[in-house]
Each structure stands twice: as C-alpha cells, then as structure tokens.
C-alpha cells in the first residue's frame, strides 16, 4: 500500500500531501509490464493523481488526469477515489526511449510535448467539472502545477519521482503537494520557495529512509506545520462482471447479436487492472433480450 500524509501550516494557509506510491507504481509495473521510462510517466502521472484525488471532499468523488502529449506512449488516464485509491490505462506500456541528455528516463519525450493535460472531477452532479491546459514541459510536476495556476488558480508546488531499478523493478516513488489555501497568505510563499530549494528531489529523500511525513512537515518549514492525517491507499479497480454486463448493453441489442452470431466466445479485458472477462453467445444473446431500446 501507498501512504498519504497531509500536513497544514499552523495559520491554516497553506497545505501540503505527500506520498510513498512505491507499491503503487509497482502495480502499475506488473499489471502493464511497463518499460522503464512508461513507469516512470504513468508512475508520476497516478501519483499526482493519488495526491489530487485525496483532496476531494465526498466519498463518491472521481477525479481523472489524463495526458497524451503525442509520444510513443500515447494516453495516460489516471484515476483516483477521495482516498488516493488510484488505476490507470497506458495506450503503449511497452514503448521506450534511451535516457535524455542528463541520462534520466526520458519522461518528456515518451509523453510528447505536443498535447495536453486534462483534469476530470466527477462530484455527482449533471456535468463532471473538467479543465485542460496544454502541455508544457511533458515531465508531469510542471504541467500539474501549470494545471493549478491556469485552470483553477491555485499556486501550487508540485513534485513526482520515480526510480526505476536495473531489472526495471520499482525502488521507490512518491511525490508531494504544496498548496495555498485562500485567503492566501504572500510571506508563507516566500517560505515555500525556501523550503522547496533546500529539498532534495522525491527519490532521493524516499532513498534516504524519509517519510511521507517527513517530507510534508519539511514543505512547511518555519509555518509551523502539523500532520492532519495519514492513511494508506494503493491501486484498485472497481471491475466486475456486472459492470462490464453494462458495458456490452450499452453496445446495442444489433452488435451483441452480431458479436454472439460470429464468435463462441467474447472476451473483454479492464484496460486498468487486465483482469479478463468470457461471455458465450448464449450469454451475450441473454443481455442483447434485456437491452431496451437504445442504441439499435
Ligand atoms: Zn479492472
């Protein structure tokens, strides 16, 4: 499991999440049988996502970031509950790139520079809340804190690591938050920049034993920062037979009876946890009856 810690300023004015998403990305390794450059994007990528997510205030809110700057990888979508619990989908797992000049995984040119970075909050109502903004730098913090700034006006800092190990296995990533929260407070800002040049970057902290906590209480430095509250989140797919039921009926009673007519047997698979799912043409003819109307 992941470990989010969300620590505010004494006077309330500015908040900050961290998070070990170590165990999450690992997941996404396993589940995507990621290349070392596609975990470390989509790594970075479901860790904002975590972070953002965890901020959400009901326990039915959905929130999904989604980039796709016109690079090898393609789309990435992130998605995550009010608690951090994330998934995501990657258009291309496999592909990957030699390491860029400073001879880092070379995040921005598998995401492309050319594209954008969209944010989708679900909270119940008629129309989800989305914001977009183009891409630019395609090594996700940057574009994360561009996203606050333009499209809900928020200064926010944001950070992501990820540290891909020889074997291509995960040896840790996180990332954190710093957020003002109106009404802004101008001289907590100047600490922020403070603090924010004194850190080191995610993986290296994570690879020198700090903790989530350790890393919110060092973004409020000299605020009087104190941890609100920590909780565990990890990677989760809410799949189910029964929804991907509704996803077959939503094809129309024509395409299922197609479906049924041409194969024996039709397999759908979650494109965020790659779980499998077999339908007959019996069964597929059973939900084609039950289809009302609709697509034809
Ligand atoms: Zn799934």
Redesign the pocket.
Known sequence: MGKIVRALSADGSVLCSAINSTDIVSRIRQIHDTSATASAAAGRLITAASLMGAMMKNATDRLTVRINGGGAVGTITAVSDDMGNV?CSIDNPHADLPPNDKGKLDVAGIVGTDGYLAVIRDMGLKEPYSGQIPIISGEIAMDITQYYAVSEQIPTVCALGVLVDKDLSIKCAGGYIIQLVPPINESAIDYIEENIKDMQSVTEMLEKGLSPSDIALMGLKGLDGQILDEWEAGYY????RERTERVLAALGKKELLKLAEEQPETELT??????KYRFTSEELIQIASNCTGGAQ
């Not at 797919?237 to 189910?240: A, K």
């Open positions: 998934k797919c809410g799949c189910s979650c494109h965020f946890c790659d779980k």
